[in-house]
């Protein structure tokens, strides 16, 4: 990997996990979200550094080229975020429809207190 795009790999990294902790100061994010991106952003910075660990990752699984590799871990990085977000999607979707379930039933039962 050429010298110029280890720096960048690396700039953009860590560019990456300060905005991620400055989110989490300002409360727009959550820490517990929060691990991931800045687990991303470590072994992004430990295969740049470690190239050779890439590239025995690379023959582990069979790839033919070290950014091949990358790409594979990105989309498995995107589709764990995306099962992530799918679950968390459908847990506050069944607690909305709890609570609107909730709220008719406690608005059923003023009406029926103010008609007595």
Avoid at 24 to 52: C, F, K, N, P, Q
Avoid at 77 to 105: D, R, T
Wanted: aromatic share 10%.
């Amino acid at each position: 990997m050429a010298l110029h795009q280890k720096i960048f790999a690396i700039v953009v990294s860590i560019m990456i996990m300060v905005i991620v902790v400055e989110l989490v100061r300002r409360r727009r994010l959550r820490e517990e979200y929060s691990w991931l991106w800045l687990l991303t952003g470590a072994v992004i910075i430990l295969l740049v550094i470690w190239y050779d660990l890439l590239v025995i990752i690379t023959h582990f699984i069979g790839a033919v080229a070290p950014t091949t590799t990358l790409f594979i871990f990105g989309l498995l990085f995107l589709m764990l975020i995306s099962l992530h977000y799918s679950i968390q999607i459908s847990k506050l979707s069944y607690q909305v429809k709890e609570m609107g379930q909730q709220l008719a039933i406690l608005k059923e039962e003023m009406k029926e207190q103010e008609g007595s």
